[in-house]
């Protein structure tokens, strides 16, 4: 990625918690957080990678809910920022932290494994 759109992707996910926070009314998505958002070049796609809390059918649902709100998210952020083009949104599940804590589980077992 370029300075340019780290720095469109960075406005993007801060311009996404904003909205979700005050924006929007869907109860589903009051415990996701947008971690990161990766731009395309040129500007036309955004992926934007969020934290959910919750059980798998919860995070299924917010995820659901999150797609449903994604042309209502998308022209809200035509509105705020000023880009010749909104990208169009696609959301996705980070599963980094729940990636860390299993290798962190993984870690602690081979150490208290190779204790004697």
Avoid: W
């Amino acid at each position: 990625m370029t300075r340019r759109t780290d720095r469109v992707g960075d406005l993007i996910r801060r311009e996404l918690n904003e909205l979700l926070l005050r924006e929007v009314r869907d109860p589903r998505v009051r415990l996701a957080t947008v971690s990161r958002v990766e731009v395309s070049g040129d500007l036309h796609h955004a992926r934007a990678a969020v934290s959910l809390y919750g059980s798998e059918e919860e995070r299924a649902a917010c995820l659901e809910a999150l797609r449903g709100a994604g042309g209502f998210l998308r022209s809200k952020l035509g509105a705020r920022l000023r880009l010749r083009v909104t990208p169009e949104l696609a959301f996705e599940i980070d599963r980094g932290p729940e990636h860390s804590l299993k290798i962190s589980q993984i870690l602690d077992d081979l150490e208290h494994h190779d204790e004697p």
